[in-house]
């Protein structure tokens, strides 16, 4: 696997996902930029569930950065395999929570970190399996502590 950082411009995976990040995650959060960066029949799995399909998954991020705002997700780390068709992203995501896991909307700062691996066809995102540290952020929620604080 080759990290984005030993390429000199930006290959194709790199160029989607950081294009992703800044459209879709930074204001003015552009969910139309899901039309251009995915596949049609893209298919995200998260939190053990699969939202299948460009329009579902608009819907999907949108729910969630109601409950979020404020959303912004920062690249941490980013590399792909030779081929190109796979790239692997370690990042943070921050926001003001506005009721994430129905819990209370209190607009607290918080932050989470997870990893994503896509899949790349047709030089568009077309898969994504995702891992968050929502069971972290949940406990912090509804315990009122930063994680830190269990330590």
Not at 86 to 103: A, E, H, Q, T
Request: one cysteine or more; hydrophobic letters at 40%; charged letters at 30%.
């Amino acid at each position: 696997m080759k990290k984005a950082t030993d390429i000199p411009s930006k290959s194709i995976p790199e160029q989607l996902v950081l294009d992703f990040f800044s459209r879709v995650w930074h204001a003015p959060h552009d969910l139309d930029a899901i039309d251009e960066l995915m596949t049609e029949d893209y298919i995200i799995t998260t939190a053990g569930k699969e939202v299948r399909g460009r329009k579902e998954f608009k819907k999907w991020v949108g729910i969630f950065q109601e409950q979020l705002l404020d959303a912004k997700t920062e690249s941490v780390d980013l590399f792909f395999n030779e081929e190109q068709d796979k790239v692997v992203s370690r990042w943070i995501c921050s926001g003001r929570n506005n009721g994430l896991f129905g819990l209370e909307a209190d607009n607290r700062f918080i932050s989470f970190t997870g990893i994503a691996i896509w899949t790349i066809r047709a030089n568009k995102l077309s898969e994504c399996w995702v891992e968050r540290s929502a069971h972290e952020l949940y406990q912090e929620l509804i315990s009122g502590k930063k994680e830190n604080d269990f330590v």
